[in-house]
Structures are given as structure tokens and as C-alpha cells.
């Protein structure tokens, strides 16, 4: 198997190396977390730098690539952006956990995670660094853009379109045709009936504009 590094020791990372293991595609050499100690450990896995030394250990290691292991959108597109000013031939691999159903003509790209019990259905297309987590739900035709995340349980209806670095949190619902665009958050529970203007945060049944938000605002 060919060798890879996590980016992140977090809760999130832990269910990504579970999802690594399963696929049995890449071996894990590693962690990289600026704010841990080398050699602490995750799930029997060493931490062994931090971003910078990313070109020291792929050549040590024989790395092919690595995915970044952090659930907020911002953060991964900065940590993604660090990396490729470090060392802009570095490579992002995808992770798919084994009991995603995922139909035919489906894209997906480099860095994005595919959590357990997943469904993706026909002509869907998922950019970057996506992450679709556990029991999440996208129809035909959607398209989420880079750094764009559907949290657990979220269900989203047919020709959605979901803007840059946007999240959909926990169990909300999204009728088909809508488009969330960039940075704009859905809060959790929501039913959204209606387009979701960027840098928003909506919430509710149905859900509304509570408020603007900034590039980068927590809301993990």
C-alpha cells in the first residue's frame, strides 16, 4: 500500500483513519499537528511534525499524499493553502468509507471525505476537500463546491447547488433546487425552502436569515 499522512489529530481525524483502514487502500505513516508533541499518539498512530516539515517527511517516508483531517471548512482551506505554498507538488487523496452507496457518474475530488452510511445519487458532483458525513443524504444532480461539508444525518433534495466553504449542520433538510451559496451556514434541524443567501447563517422551519457571518467564523 502506498504511504500517506493525516493533517489533524482531532475526533475528526479519528474517524478518517477508521475510514482509511477500511478502504485498505493507503498505509498511515502518521500525524501532523502543530499543537502536539511528536510521538503522542491517535489511535496507535505517531504524531511526526507539523505542516512545515512536510517535505522532509515525504521524502523520508515515501509519501504519495495525504487529506486533511479537520472538520471546519476555513480551517481546511487555510491548512490546504499552507501546504501547497510549503510544497506546491503535494497530493490530496480521497477517502470513501466502504458502506457509502454512490451511483453512477458521480464526482468526486481530491481531499474530500465520504463518511459510513452515506448516500450519493446520479450526476452528483463533489469538488475538493468536501466532507459528506455519517448518513448524509445528496440527490441527482447536486454540486458543493470546494470546503463545503454536509453534516450527520443532513438530507439534501435533487439540483442543490452548495457554495465555496458553506455548511449544512446536523439533521437539517434541503428541498430540491436550492442553492446555498458561498459561506453560509444552515443551522441544525433546519428545513430550507428557499435560496440561502452567502455569508448567512439561516435556521429554522422554515428556515431564515438569523444573521451576516464573516469568511472564517466558527460554527463547529
Not at 119 to 144: E, K, P, Q, V, Y
Request: net charge positive; glycine share 10%.
Amino acid at each position: 500500500m502506498e504511504n500517506i499522512i493525516i493533517i489533524g489529530s482531532s475526533g475528526h481525524a479519528k474517524v478518517i483513519i477508521d475510514i482509511i483502514e477500511k478502504e485498505n487502500k493507503y498505509h498511515i505513516i502518521g500525524l501532523l499537528d502543530k499543537f502536539k508533541k511528536v510521538g503522542e499518539e491517535v489511535l496507535g498512530y505517531k504524531i511526526i511534525g507539523k505542516e512545515k516539515d512536510t517535505p522532509s517527511l515525504i521524502e523520508k517516508y515515501d509519501v504519495v499524499g495525504g487529506l486533511i483531517a479537520v472538520g471546519d471548512n476555513w480551517t481546511r482551506k487555510n491548512i490546504y493553502e499552507k501546504i501547497k505554498t510549503i510544497m506546491p507538488s503535494f497530493s490530496f487523496v480521497k477517502a470513501i468509507h466502504p458502506s457509502a452507496q454512490i451511483a453512477r457518474n458521480v464526482q468526486i475530488g481530491n481531499g474530500t471525505v465520504i463518511m459510513g452510511g452515506t448516500i450519493i445519487n446520479i450526476n452528483a458532483t463533489i469538488r475538493d476537500h468536501c466532507i459528506l458525513n455519517t448518513n448524509s443524504s445528496l440527490d441527482h444532480d447536486c454540486f458543493m463546491d470546494d470546503f463545503s461539508s454536509l453534516a450527520p444525518g443532513v438530507t439534501i433534495g435533487g439540483n442543490v447547488t452548495i457554495g465555496q466553504c458553506s455548511a449544512v449542520s446536523l439533521g437539517a433538510n434541503v428541498i430540491h433546487g436550492v442553492t446555498i451559496k458561498e459561506h453560509a451556514v444552515v443551522g441544525a434541524g433546519s428545513v430550507v425552502l428557499k435560496d440561502v443567501p452567502k455569508f448567512s447563517i439561516v435556521y429554522g422551519i422554515p428556515a431564515k436569515i438569523i444573521r451576516k457571518r464573516e469568511a472564517g467564523e466558527k460554527y463547529l
